[in-house]
């Protein structure tokens, strides 16, 4: 991963420099969230599968933002650091969810490619998103990076942390799986 | 052959390209909360959850429209004849026999990867008078202080936030604030990112303070230090005590004999000790030198010793713990009692207030500056009371983070 966020500093000096930076990240976060939020939130969305998660995980993102700017070593990255901080919540909620599942627990909001939300058109649109929600993370992550987003591979690898032949791949066994799936359907 | 092959992944890679932008759409620019406001940034900064979860918050929409309009109105009424205004009892403009020009640490907008200057700014006005740029494209600044009269400054550099060294330049102004070129501090390498700096009004010794991250010498630990100017001698303490605690408020006394600073856990109720020590004490632990002065529950924001060393001027949290607003007082730093209060600071709100302070050479008058309303500087001549406040928009956008008169 390129985005480097060094370490975490002990709260007092952390808070200090946030503090003496406070103004400029304001503006900063504030240009940021203006440029880059409906995006992720809507790349959230495609991973948690709701609307409230996915505003959460932005959210919290930005926030983090504001936390780690300081010590963000190149802030001209910081858009890559909002997305991996993004897919990093996401990862979050979706274990969450899963706990939760195990305990009997069911999930607070429908997905919005579920029967029971009536916001997307189009059942064949429905199906195709339910078989992606169940394919393995790395799978799903990868095509709402390069399918919705429109990152380049090698741009997916920084995000990531792998190779880019894993890239290749895993969007390769995604897709068919996708068409095997849809094969077996029809 | 391979054509054949390709066909079905293309048809697919549409299709999921169909959908994902389909269930997309469901979500609109309307839809979003909007940005983390200041007080969630303060909390943010402090580590704390500032974010409620979203049931509850959804819960409260018909009560957040409801104090969306109240804040609207109160902010129309109230708040923006306030800024206007200044304080209260203070007056527009300069104050006689107060610093011509103080400068400060800016972060203009228009750079993009942020990026720090130097500006010298005129007391009266808040209007910009100088720009100095960074030793290189790579530096940034991180603090200024003055350094003897009114018109020598000590900048910090650091390559990055997470760099491990600081090194340290002076510069001058002119009676026209415009400033000479930086010059490197002759005086061995500093340990951490400097976060304050202060000199003292002889110009002998100059006092900071620092913190490194984890991958640095100080371990992501406060440090202190002193700089005898004349020897290039660097005397560094760190807490020493039970916890983490960060150090904030360095100031000197007007020979450099004496150093104030304020400590504590770095949490939004603020330092809650002030200290004073000797610059000639030897390097250690502060609790084994230091004197505590005062320790504070609703916190010891800042400390700034005067010329002598004998009082301290103390920005405190309000007893009533409100927040946007801070305490200015007066102490004895022999008995740590309060000799008296100078003022109540602040917009009120829900916002924490922090404002920082700067003495000038003289002793005789104080420079207030911070949040929430980081678009004022307000002077405040210390014998008579009399405040006088500017009120610049550039401060807030360029972001006003460390000034020194």
């Known amino acids: 991963m390129q985005v480097t ?36 939130t809507r790349m959230a969305l495609l991973l948690v599968g709701d609307r409230p998660s996915a ?43 899963k706990r939760a599942r195990l305990r009997g627990a069911g999930s607070e909001y429908p997905a919005v490619w579920s029967a029971e939300s009536a916001v997307l ?26 399918y919705f987003l429109g990152l380049s591979d090698s741009e997916i690898v920084a995000d990531l942390g792998v190779s880019r032949g894993t890239v290749v791949s895993t969007a390769s066994r995604a897709l068919a799986a996708l068409a095997k799936k849809g094969g077996e359907q029809a | 052959m391979k054509g054949l092959e390709e066909m079905p992944m293309r048809a697919m890679e549409e299709r999921v390209r169909d959908a994902f932008g389909a269930a997309a759409e469901t979500v609109t620019v309307q839809d979003l909360p909007g940005p983390p406001t200041p007080a969630d940034r303060s909390r943010a900064a402090w580590g704390l959850r500032a974010w409620a979860p979203r049931a509850r918050l959804h819960a409260l929409v018909p009560v957040a429209a409801a104090a969306c309009v109240a804040v609207i109105v109160v902010t129309a009424t109230v708040v923006v004849p306030r800024l206007l205004a200044g304080p209260a009892g203070g007056q527009a403009g300069a104050l006689a026999g107060a610093p011509k020009f103080f400068a400060g640490v800016a972060n203009p907008p228009e750079h ?16 910009v008078a100088a720009t100095v740029r960074p030793p290189s494209p790579e530096h940034e600044f991180a603090a200024v202080g003055r350094l003897g009269n009114d018109r020598t400054y000590v900048a910090a550099a650091v390559t990055s936030f997470g760099a491990c060294t600081t090194q340290l330049y002076r510069f001058g102004i002119d009676a026209r604030g415009r400033a000479s070129r930086l010059t490197p501090l002759s005086v061995p390498q500093v340990t951490g990112i400097v976060l304050e700096l202060a000199g003292s009004a002889d110009g002998n010794v100059l006092a900071y303070t620092a913190f490194g991250s984890s991958r640095c010498v100080l371990h992501g630990h406060d440090q202190a230090g002193v700089i005898h100017l004349a020897t290039r001698q660097i005397t560094t303490w760190s807490y020493g005590g039970q916890g983490a605690t960060s150090f ?21 109720s603020g330092a809650s000790d002030a200290w004073i020590l000797p610059t000639s004490a030897p390097a250690g632990p502060l609790v084994r030198h230091a004197r505590k002065v005062l320790h504070l ?14 009082q301290a001027y103390v920005e405190t949290g309000p007893a009533s ?43 005789q008058h104080l420079l207030v500056y911070g949040y929430p309303a980081s678009h004022r500087v307000t002077e405040m001549n210390l014998t008579t009371g009399h405040r006088a406040s500017t009120t610049a928009a550039h401060l807030f956008t360029e972001g006003l983070t460390a000034a020194a008169w």
Not at chain 1, 88 to 97: D, K, M
Not at chain 2, 321 to 342: C, I, S
Request: aromatic share 6%; charged share 20%; hydrophobic share 40%.
């Open chain 2, 112 to 127: 993009f990867p942020p990026s720090t200057v130097l500006k010298i700014y005129r007391s009266a006005t808040g209007q």
């Open chain 1, 5 to 40: 966020v060094h370490e975490a500093d002990t709260p007092g000096p952390r808070a200090a420099a946030a503090a003496q930076q406070a103004p400029a990240a304001e503006q900063l976060v504030e240009e940021l969230y203006r440029g880059h939020a409906l995006r992720l």
């Open chain 1, 55 to 97: 505003e959460d995980v932005v959210q919290e993102a930005f926030l983090g933002l504001f936390r780690g700017l300081g010590r963000l070593s190149d802030p001209g990255r910081a858009v890559a650091y909002l997305r991996v901080s993004v897919l990093n919540g996401c990862r979050s909620v979706l274990r969450a969810r």
């Open chain 2, 321 to 363: 713990g409100r927040r946007g607003v801070v305490v200015l007082g007066l102490y004895d730093t022999t008995t740590g009692k309060r000799v008296r209060q100078l003022g109540r600071l602040g917009l009120g709100g829900p916002y924490l207030a922090k404002l920082w302070f700067s003495l000038d050479a003289a002793g």
């Open chain 2, 248 to 268: 904030s408020s360095v100031s000197l006394t007007a020979d450099g004999s004496m150093l104030g600073l304020a400590s504590g856990p770095g949490d939004p």
């Open chain 2, 297 to 310: 529950r609703t916190g010891v924001y800042r400390v700034v010793l005067n010329n002598t060393g004998s």
């Open chain 1, 121 to 146: 058109a189009g059942e064949e649109r429905r199906e195709l998103l339910g078989a992606i929600a169940q394919l393995p993370r790395r799978q799903r992550e990868v095509l709402v990076l390069r």
